[in-house]
């Protein structure tokens, strides 16, 4: 069979709401590999941090992690591909974070950006407060002229649509994207990355890179990071508690607590196999 493949997101879509694989998930990956098809977690978080609810053992062949600045062979964490932010760059974008207030980090580069240094507005966001509690050991306060590289910045606010504009037309040469917060799911994290970093771009280079044919890719996702992914994959789901705006836009799924990583899986594949 031609070779083909599956990216999925992980909070919100592959994994349950309390952050445990369903064991039809886990059956439906081994059944994508008895076929060859190529199994991709595809995620905003950090490489670290997908280790953490991962481990090693699970059947993925690629990572994309950090929304696609990064690619790593799912078995060794061999990088395949990375990205990185200018010093310029860097530090033009957290003076408009400042000018506006706002909270925001700067993440080390490729694969240590799991390390941050933090800034604080005036008011600091629960958000943030609890994100400084939770990732206290990689955290630190500084000074970003000092940050000569970085994967991307990460701002936190509750109206965020206008500052994005704003972004997207300062920094238009950058890669611009929205996300949820998965502390609160209230929080909209603006994350700011290397131009063409996105889920799509980095599912475009591996499919690239093994020789499959975009027509027989599939994807599934639940947030606005997913979106680039969504758009590229030629058959693209969304899980029932994705974004509304997402649920009008693709193919609909159950919720990733009702196995929607697998009804979503299971239809294509019908569809797939002669």
């Given at each position: 069979?031609?070779p083909?493949m599956v990216?999925?997101?992980l ?21 994508l ?49 990375k ?64 940050i ?61 890179h ?12 639940n947030d ?11 058959a ?27 009804v ?11």
């Amino acid at each position: 069979m031609r070779p083909a493949m599956v990216l999925t997101d992980l909070d919100g879509t592959f994994l349950n709401s309390d952050r445990s694989i369903a064991s039809e998930n886990l059956d439906t990956l081994h059944q994508l590999g008895q076929h060859g098809i190529v199994r991709v977690a595809a995620t905003g978080r950090t490489l670290h941090s997908s280790r953490e609810v991962l481990g090693f053992e699970l059947p993925f062949d690629y990572l994309i992690f950090s929304t696609g600045a990064g690619i790593c062979r799912f078995a060794d964490s061999q990088i395949l591909q990375k990205m990185s932010l200018t010093a310029n760059d860097i530090h033009a974008v957290a003076e408009f974070f400042v000018d506006c207030q706002l909270d925001f980090s700067i993440h080390h580069p490729i694969p240590d950006n799991h390390h941050f240094h933090w800034y604080s507005s005036p008011n600091p966001t629960p958000d943030l407060v609890s994100r400084l509690k939770y990732l206290a050991e990689f955290a630190v306060q500084g000074d970003f002229r000092e940050i000569k590289e970085a994967t991307q910045l990460l701002a936190i606010t509750l109206n965020g649509l206008e500052i994005i504009e704003e972004l997207q037309r300062r920094f238009s040469h950058l890669s611009i994207i929205r996300t949820t917060s998965p502390i609160d799911n209230r929080h909209i994290w603006i994350e700011v990355f290397p131009s063409g970093a996105s889920k799509g771009s980095a599912a475009e280079w591996l499919c690239k890179h093994l020789s499959i044919e975009r027509n027989r890719t599939m994807s599934i996702g639940n947030d606005f990071n997913d979106l680039a992914m969504l758009e590229w994959t030629q058959a693209s789901f969304v899980v029932a508690n994705a974004a509304p705006e997402l649920v009008e836009k693709f193919s609909p799924a159950p919720g990733n607590d009702d196995r929607g990583f697998t009804v979503a899986v299971r239809g294509w594949l019908e569809q797939l196999l002669p």
